[in-house]
């Protein structure tokens, strides 16, 4: 907050950062995202391919079948709610440890 008081614009604010906390200051609380992302990104992918199988099941198409657009979009959609589930929680990490860094001492106790 300090730094956002001295200068408003983003060069400004990485600036400060960087005179202020150095190099690891620019990175707080990216540790939850990034053990994140290969495991959200798996379930993304199963749940796309669970979602596609109950489509063409319903719509008793074949596997080798090619699907509507809407009917890829909800699979699509489907998809995301996992993803949501997972990276959600970790995105809300990250901005805790970037907004409050006296409050924790890192990724586990945050």
């Known amino acids: 907050q300090l730094v956002a008081a001295q200068n408003s614009s983003t060069l400004g604010m990485l600036r400060g950062i960087f005179v202020k906390e150095g190099v690891p200051g620019l990175y707080r609380g990216v540790q939850a995202p990034l053990l994140a992302v290969t495991p959200a990104f798996a379930i ?15 719509a008793n198409l074949q ?17 995301g709610l996992p993803l ?9 990490i990250k901005c805790l440890m970037q907004v409050d860094k006296t409050k924790y001492s890192g990724f586990m106790d945050c």
Not at 47 to 58: C, F, G, H, K, P
Not at 84 to 92: D, K, L, N, Q
């Open 44 to 58: 993304s992918f199963w749940s796309y391919d669970v979602a596609t199988r109950t489509i063409l099941e319903y």
């Open 63 to 79: 596997r080798e079948d090619q699907m509507t657009l809407s009917q890829v979009a909800v699979a699509g959609a489907f998809s």
């Open 84 to 92: 949501a589930a997972i990276v959600g929680p970790t995105e809300r």
